[in-house]
């Protein structure tokens, strides 16, 4: 049985920084693509970071340069670095998997095949 597991999250001062994980098991995803996702109260879930097999990334502007993805295959394990954090980067953040091997960045919801529970970041001012 596969399982994205996130931990990291939790409250933080405008400006400050937290590191997300996601730890997967029940098979490796070392060749498929990653990302993470977040969902404010009334909105859609929107990606913020995504990483492919061989390491490409996508961000969008809202996070560019403040946000880093990135991936440890020998321990399964994907990260989001989060810093410059703002009150507008309060959400529930998800980590999300990919099936297919040695595909591109995918950057829907809907092209995702596992997800994670979820893990908050409160973002105070």
């Known amino acids: 049985q596969v399982q994205l597991v996130e931990s990291g999250g939790g409250l933080v001062q405008a400006g400050g920084s937290l590191r997300l994980s996601c730890a997967a098991s029940g098979r490796t995803f070392s060749r498929n693509a990653m990302g993470w996702f977040r969902q404010a109260p009334g909105k859609e879930r929107e990606v913020v970071a995504a990483?492919?097999?061989?390491?490409?990334?996508y961000y969008p502007d809202s996070v560019k340069g403040r946000f880093t993805i990135s991936r440890d295959n020998a321990k399964n394990t994907v990260y989001l670095q989060m810093n410059s954090l703002k009150p507008e980067d309060t959400a529930v953040y998800y980590c999300?998997?990919?099936?297919?091997?040695?595909?591109?960045?995918?950057?829907?919801?809907?092209?995702?095949?596992?997800w994670g529970q979820g893990t908050q970041v409160t973002v105070s001012s």
């Open positions: 990483i492919n097999w061989s390491g490409g990334t």
């Open positions: 999300a998997a990919g099936q297919t091997y040695l595909g591109p960045l995918l950057l829907r919801p809907g092209q995702y095949d596992y």
